[in-house]
C-alpha cells in the first residue's frame, strides 16, 4: 500500500482547510491511519488518527474539537478538516498507517509524502 497526502496550502488563521489521504489499494481493516505533523528541526508529532475497521478516532489535545479525521472506505481514503487554523498548526502533515495505534511516529511503517501547511497570522 502507498499512501499519498494532498490538499495543504495557505490559509489565514481562522481558516479551514482539508487534507486527504489516499491508499494506492485496499486498506485492512486491521489498520490504523494517522496523520502527523513536523516543523523543521522538530520532532514528528502526532495529530490524529482512526482505526480503519471501527472507525475510533483519536486527537491530540491541541487540535480536539478544531480537526476531524474521518474515513471514505470505498476510496480507500482519509480526511483531516482542520478548522480555526492558528499559525502553530503551520507544519508539513504527513499521513501514516500502522498495525497498532501510537502517538509515536516510529510505530507507523508506511508514510505518505508530506503536504505543507501554512497558516499566516
Known amino acids: 500500500v502507498q499512501l499519498q497526502a494532498s490538499g495543504g496550502g495557505l490559509v489565514q488563521a481562522g481558516g479551514s482547510l482539508r487534507l486527504s489521504c489516499s491508499a494506492s489499494?485496499?486498506?485492512?481493516?486491521?489498520?490504523?491511519v494517522a496523520w502527523f505533523r513536523q516543523n523543521p528541526g522538530k520532532e514528528r508529532e502526532f495529530v490524529a488518527a482512526?482505526?480503519?475497521?471501527?472507525?475510533?478516532?483519536y486527537y491530540e489535545d491541541s487540535v480536539r474539537g478544531r480537526f476531524t479525521i474521518s474515513k471514505v472506505s470505498a476510496e480507500n481514503t482519509v480526511y483531516l478538516q482542520m478548522n480555526n487554523l492558528n499559525p502553530d498548526d503551520a507544519a508539513v502533515y504527513y499521513c501514516?498507517?500502522?498495525?497498532?495505534?501510537?502517538?509515536?511516529?516510529?510505530?507507523?511503517?508506511?508514510w505518505g509524502q508530506g503536504t505543507l501547511v501554512t497558516v499566516s497570522s
Open positions: 501514516a498507517a500502522g498495525i497498532q495505534y501510537g502517538t509515536n511516529h516510529k510505530e507507523y511503517r508506511l
Open positions: 482512526i482505526r480503519w475497521g471501527s472507525g475510533i478516532r
Open positions: 489499494s485496499r486498506i485492512y481493516s486491521s489498520y490504523i
